[in-house]
């Protein structure tokens, strides 16, 4: 059976590459990953077969069919949480997102955790799916 293709990402629009880890690993499976600067990163697919991996990538990844805002998706949020929130899904450091929001890097840190908080998440991979809306990630 060959394996369907992967869908694009959703964050970035690049096509993933399909990396066979049988001789990284001794139970073997696959590793699928688009940029390497993109939030979504890689998708780890231990002992599954290449078809199973491209499927699960798949289905991982859906594309809203109407993209949805920051206020849509975290309504709990202040607006500026909302703000720390695009930017930490951006990429960056506290000090670099404080820099670009006029903000002390302790006072982004602050903002990060309380985003956390609200949402009931517990990282930045978690955030940057919720806001996605990747709905297997985030309850």
């Known amino acids: 059976m060959s394996a369907p293709e992967p869908l694009p990402c959703p964050l970035c629009g690049t096509l993933p590459r ?27 697919c231990p002992d599954m077969r290449e078809h199973e991996a491209v499927e699960a990538w798949n289905r991982r990844a859906p594309l809203p069919t109407r993209p949805l805002s920051i206020r849509e998706r975290c309504p709990q949020l202040s607006p ?52 996605l809306g990747n709905p297997e990630v985030v309850p």
């Open 18 to 44: 399909i990396w066979d880890m049988s001789e990284q690993r001794p139970l073997g499976g696959f590793t699928i990953s688009c940029r390497q600067d993109c939030p979504l990163g890689q998708f780890d």
């Open 80 to 131: 500026r949480e909302r703000d720390v929130c695009l930017e930490i899904v951006r990429g960056g450091t506290c000090k670099e997102i404080g820099e670009r929001l006029g903000l002390s890097g302790r006072t982004v840190e602050t903002h990060r955790w309380d985003i956390f908080r609200k949402l009931g998440i517990s990282g930045t991979a978690a955030l940057v799916m919720h806001v």
